[in-house]
């Protein structure tokens, strides 16, 4: 699990709730990205995860599912990212409505291919934040604080800085990035274009494209070609 996602520098995030094309999916999933991520924080079903995981699946890279809902896992992933939101404003989306998840299907979890992925959220006005209820007014010291928590105390893999849908404070990130010891730090928010991709890329482990990839396609395959070297 944790060896599959050390070699993760690019990741694609697709959303089931949006419409991407198969010429469109071909490019992506073909880009030489590293994995495809899906997941969205809201519009999320089975029946919608369950149609882009299939179309996924005709390509040669990892697909892992981001779980936003009880309801819309779906069998068939290589892994299944377990967000806990840190700087949430209620425990319920640190650690209760996995509590329940244990409770009711514990007995068929697939414990093994679970990665868990510790959130800050910074956007205040992304869907996840409000969803969360996350503090956003947090100082780059604050935010290394819960980076240093799951790092040293929690032991999780992964620490995920998310601004959803605008550039982030990369500063920050880097400060953040110098706290960690053995979590990999994953990047998510306002990465557009090249020159985004490349600045981000400096200061974290792993950088997350998603939004692009709908508005600019050609702009979102640049991503991959400046992360991972290819030119």
């Not at 993760?8 to 697709?14: E, N, S």
């Not at 800085?161 to 994953?186: N, P």
């Amino acid at each position: 699990m944790k060896r599959m996602i050390e070699g993760w520098h690019h990741v694609f995030k697709l959303d089931p709730d949006r419409e991407i094309g198969d010429a469109e999916l071909e490019a992506v999933c073909t880009s030489g990205t590293d994995a495809i991520m899906v997941g969205g924080s809201s519009g999320v079903t089975y029946d919608n995860t369950a149609e882009l995981l299939s179309r996924v699946r005709q390509y040669e890279l990892p697909c892992v599912l981001e779980v936003s809902d009880l309801e819309a896992v779906v069998p068939g992933f290589d892994l299944y990212m377990i967000p806990m939101v840190l700087n949430a404003g209620s425990p319920e989306w640190m650690i209760g409505h996995h509590a329940q998840a244990a409770r009711q299907y514990g007995y068929m979890i697939p414990w093994d291919m679970l990665v868990p992925e510790g959130y800050v959220v910074l956007n205040p006005d992304s869907t996840v934040a409000k969803i969360t209820g996350s503090n956003v007014n947090l100082s780059s010291a604050e935010v290394a604080g819960y980076a240093l928590i799951a790092d040293r105390l929690l032991n999780l893999p992964i620490v995920y800085i998310e601004y959803s849908g605008k550039l982030g404070d990369l500063e920050l990130v880097k400060e953040v990035q110098r706290t960690l010891g053995h979590s990999r730090l994953f990047y998510g928010g306002g990465i557009m274009d090249a020159e985004s991709a490349r600045r981000a890329a400096a200061v974290c482990d792993t950088v997350v494209v998603g939004n692009v990839v709908y508005s600019d396609l050609q702009g979102a395959l640049d991503t991959v070609r400046v992360v991972k070297g290819l030119t």
